[in-house]
């Protein structure tokens, strides 16, 4: 009996010593095609690219190297630029804060209606899921520019696109969370009569309500960097006019360096915050 159990482990060592190997031969194999489809696609890439990349692999820290060069020459002027471009680091902020906000409304109902036990209309769940799909799969520069096109440069057309990313990215996170709330208190809001809204608001977001505020802080970060990001295609805010400062070339690139300083200083101190609110939230300490 003995010498069965262990020939009975033995051979589920093998198997699996086996079964190693070959994952390792697949990782492998998987690996080398992806390579080789790496170094395939580079030579199409390279010559669409009008064959620069080699040519220009040799200066691409000459830009740097010359902003960073300039901005100390006349770092006495480093003061009043970050004072002059406040106020479009602001208006960035207000952007990413707006759409935010909307989008976690829009992103609150969307999983409501899309998470199992708590939809509102069961049948429609699969739409509401695919229209968050949609709303994801979407960037939000395209949005932005289409809607540059339509409404003219400014912070609507930034707000309205990264809003509309948002809730789909926000409605799959808290849908998660809505997966693991606990059902117990909407059924007893049920057997005494409570509506659809009385039941998510007294029985749901109690619950998921600190998970939510943590997610949208998040969001609210990267926010902040995509808002920046349209602002240089044309919707507004400190990416504009960090376009215009580089578009000045040599001689005015002090003010393209004050930018990036302003934005950096800017997104470490959101981060920090919102990762000491976050932990705060979720923790409860």
């Known amino acids: 009996m003995t010498d069965i159990a262990l020939r009975g482990v033995d051979g589920l060592k093998v198997d699996y010593l086996a079964l190693v190997r ?5 990782s492998g194999l998987l690996l080398v095609l992806f390579v080789a489809l790496l170094a395939g696609g ?12 080699w040519g220009g692999l040799t200066q691409i820290f000459d830009f740097p190297v010359e902003l960073m060069r300039e901005a100390i020459d006349k770092g006495a002027a480093l003061p009043a630029n970050l004072w002059r471009y406040l106020p479009a680091m602001i208006e960035t902020i207000n952007i990413a804060a707006v759409s935010t906000l909307l989008g976690a409304v829009l992103a609150v109902f969307l999983s409501l209606l899309s998470t199992r036990g708590l939809a509102r209309w069961p049948r429609l769940m699969p739409l509401f899921r695919r229209v ?12 932005a520019l289409v809607l540059i096109f339509v ?10 696109a990264i809003a509309f990313h948002t809730a789909g990215a926000l409605g799959k996170l808290f849908s998660e969370v809505n997966e693991n709330a606990d059902l117990k208190p909407i059924e007893g809001l049920s057997s005494v009569g409570a509506s659809w809204f009385q039941r998510i608001w007294l029985g749901v977001l109690p619950q998921v309500m600190p998970n939510y505020l943590s997610y949208a802080l998040l969001r609210f970060e990267i926010n902040v960097r995509a808002s920046a990001i349209l602002g240089f295609v044309g919707a507004g805010g400190i990416g504009a006019e960090l376009r215009v400062a580089i578009s000045w070339g040599t001689g005015r690139y002090d003010a393209a360096a004050a930018i990036f300083l302003l934005l950096f200083l800017t997104i470490v101190a959101i ?8 932990n705060r939230l979720v923790g409860g300490h």
């Open 42 to 53: 580079f030579g199409l890439a390279d010559s669409r690219n009008a064959g620069g990349f």
């Open 271 to 278: 981060d920090q915050l919102s990762s000491h609110v976050r």
């Open 132 to 143: 968050m799909d949609t709303m994801r799969a979407i960037p939000e520069i395209v949005i």
């Open 151 to 160: 409404l003219g440069g400014g912070p609507v057309p930034a707000m309205i």
């Open 22 to 26: 070959r994952r390792r031969m697949y």
